[in-house]
């Protein structure tokens, strides 16, 4: 029932994650009726970003500039090295508000499957930067579900002989959480991983 | 903690309806590592849409064209023109199949204090469409709400005396819709418009 330009924009929009049919459709006629330059910001940054973005030499992380700012701040403690899977979890470690030093983005987990091993996630260039010597202590903050646990598996037998001090974040019942809404996988950690108080 | 072209990206996609801080976040990470093609067809067609989407010069709908498929459609009821308040409900009467008229599409309806009159609805195009004398029905299919009921009356004062025959969609209880779960006030109007049968 729409103009072909106008299917290609309700069509286009579908490639957002979470966006089906009606969502797309109702964000195409949003933009054309009510914000057309809001709309056209957004092509033009798109454009500009899907070719512009990529990644920090040191951290891997996206970003258009070579050397991202968290790693390019001198302030940050050197000594230490997070390794997240994506830029997202950067984020979600900056704001916990308990980390000073700096990261490595890994941007994916082991996968095998899928043609992902260790080379698609940087993990040679993280073994160049830990010979480098300034690190002492690597944090694997990989995700808790069995690949983000693979993989930090593998990183830490990777560096089994270097010499350095490794760490898992540790796992256990949320902060606030009641046991009771804890599932009984995550409780006999909290339990096997008990700390003397 | 994102670099600027970044958070640019993320600030533009919160101009969609429905997509909050979160959602926009999720979305610009996703096309920067799994869909960058994807990300740069979808600014691609926004810019070309935002400039190139006019309106149709019969109906007002949404297109590039100078006049819509639909009006161009030589297969199409010209005696009978249903009015409606957006393309999004051009696309909701066609789809109800019962229906093989044109349309007029007033993108939105009265409302002095927004600064919303007759003329920004196209009111005054639609009178001298109807003078024109083509059409013997005028169908009014504005919403059920407390704007669409006064603009749809508003109408239907202007062409009192054009002798032309005008109607409006019913209103009641939705097919498949049980009494129970339907409100006083479209029961109360169900039960004043009953029909014969």
Redesign the interface.
Known sequence: ??????N??IQ??R????VGPR?A?????????R???????????????????GHCQECRT????PV???CANTARDRSQLCVVE???D??AV?QSGGYRGLYFVL?GHLSPLDGIGPRELGIPDLMTRLGRGEVRELILATNATVEGEATAHYIRESCRDSGLQVSRIAHGVPMGGELDGVDSHTLARALSQRQQI
Do not use: W, Y
């Not at 996206?62 to 500039?65: F, H, N, R, Y």
């Open positions: 029932m729409f103009s072909p330009l106008l290609e924009l286009s929009l490639v957002l994650p979470g969502s459709q109702r964000m195409a006629l949003f933009l054309l009726e914000n057309r330059p809001g709309g056209a910001r957004l092509g033009d940054v798109l454009l500009r970003a899907m070719t512009e973005v996206l970003t258009e500039e991202c700012r968290l994506s830029p997202a950067v984020l900056e941007a």
